[in-house]
Antibody
Framework: QVQLQESGPGLVKPSETLSLTCSVF??????????WSWIRQSPGKGLEWMGY???????NYSPSLRSRVSMSLDMSKNHFSMRLTSVTAADTAVYYC??????????????WGQGILVTVSS | SSELTQDPAVSVALGQTVRITCQGD??????ASWYQKKPGQAPILIIY???NRPSGVPDRFSGSSSGNTASLTITGPQAEDEADYYC????????????FGGGTKLTVL
């Protein structure tokens, strides 16, 4: 059974960098059929796709976050990470990591972590 | 365009049929996928591709598409289907980006 688990600080100060890690169990990051994604949901708002990273290290980011987000993966630990710089209160959200892939012509996320709430506040 | 538009809220009587729609230019070229999201829980993929359900998703959920509109139909919704539903698709720009609709809150009366 595939499981993903987010970890990282629950509180980040404005202007600092938010760093989260997603540990993957039951699947390998080196599987070329999958992408590894980050999605967030701000309080009272909808889901927002942030981007994904491929096993090769290729990344694809949301245009709205491209200047501030970066993603990386560590094959030896089978986890992947996301960094978001210069955070503001608007970055307060539940952050989800997910396994994604091309299914039926769409890019879909079939396994998700439980989510981690990150609050940006001084 | 990279936008997907959904009605903010829809209600349905228990056991009736409800259709939740999603509109966007990218849907002319790519299928939508649909996610169910309940408070405090991670989203669940319920429909992808032309009309495919992952294992474990009840067959009362189905998907369809026409032109720039994708639809999620729930035939005989149950009380536990009350949730937010999000459509998602690839961006029409061909850059393998992903976009989500704004979500539809389904109330089962």
């Amino acid at each position: 059974q595939v499981q993903l688990q987010e970890s990282g600080p629950g509180l980040v100060k404005p202007s600092e960098t938010l760093s989260l890690t997603c540990s993957v169990f039951g699947a390998s990051l080196s599987n070329f059929t999958h992408y590894w994604s980050w999605i967030r949901q701000s309080p009272g708002k909808g889901l927002e796709w942030m981007g994904y990273i491929y096993y090769s290290g290729t990344t694809n980011y949301s245009p709205s976050l491209r200047s501030r987000v970066s993603m990386s993966l560590d094959m030896s630990k089978n986890h992947f990470s996301m960094r978001l710089t210069s955070v503001t209160a608007a970055d307060t959200a539940v952050y989800y990591c997910a396994r994604s892939g091309f299914l039926g012509g769409s890019i879909v996320s079939d396994y998700w972590g439980q989510g981690i709430l990150v609050t940006v506040s001084s | 365009s990279s936008e997907l538009t959904q009605d903010p809220a829809v209600s349905v009587a228990l056991g009736q049929t409800v259709r939740i729609t999603c509109q966007g230019d990218s849907l002319r070229n790519y299928f939508a996928s649909w996610y169910q999201k309940k408070p405090g829980q991670a989203p669940i993929l319920i429909i992808y591709g032309e009309n495919n359900r992952p294992s474990g998703v009840p067959d009362r959920f189905s998907g369809s598409s026409s032109g720039n509109t994708a639809s999620l139909t729930i035939t005989g919704p149950q009380a536990e289907d009350e949730a937010d539903y999000y459509c998602s698709s690839r961006d029409s720009g061909g850059n393998h980006l992903v976009v989500f609709g704004g979500g539809t809150k389904l109330t089962v009366l």
